[in-house]
């Protein structure tokens, strides 16, 4: 399983698909998909929606599914609003209001 970080706006993006990268080569898979846990994000915007949109993309070059787990709400409707939310693989998340950053 892959954390994202606390903060993942476009600053942070570039970074952390290299880690997303880097942590699929070594293996960080479970049950044939690509899982990343949001649990920590408190701050981002729309570069964690294209962020997670390059993860599936790696993960299905690799011949796997991509798999997002306690996504914060906001997250989900974010990416509700671009229609890719149904591509994500986002499953229910119990997390606390996080701020979206303009």
């Given at each position: 399983?892959y954390?994202?970080?606390?903060?993942?706006?476009?600053?942070?993006?570039?970074?952390t698909v290299?880690?997303?990268?880097?942590?699929?080569g070594?293996g960080?898979?479970?049950?044939?998909?690509?899982?990343?846990?949001?649990?920590?994000?408190r701050?981002?915007d729309?570069a964690a929606?294209?962020v997670?949109?390059?993860?599936?993309?790696?993960?299905?070059?690799?011949g796997?599914a991509?798999?997002v787990?306690?996504?914060?709400?906001?997250?989900?409707?974010?990416?509700?609003?671009?229609?890719?939310?149904?591509?994500?693989g986002?499953?229910?998340?119990a997390?606390?209001?996080?701020?979206?950053?303009?």
């Open positions: 399983m954390a994202l970080p606390e903060t993942l706006t476009l600053a942070e993006a570039r970074a290299q880690s997303i990268e880097d942590a699929l070594q960080c898979v479970e049950k044939g998909a690509l899982v990343i846990d949001a649990a920590a994000l701050n981002f729309t929606i294209a997670l949109l390059d993860a599936r993309r790696l993960a299905q070059a690799a796997h991509l798999q787990r306690c996504a914060p709400p906001e997250m989900v409707e974010l990416s509700g609003l671009y229609g890719v939310d149904g591509l994500l986002f499953e229910p998340a997390a606390p209001a996080h701020s979206i950053q303009a």
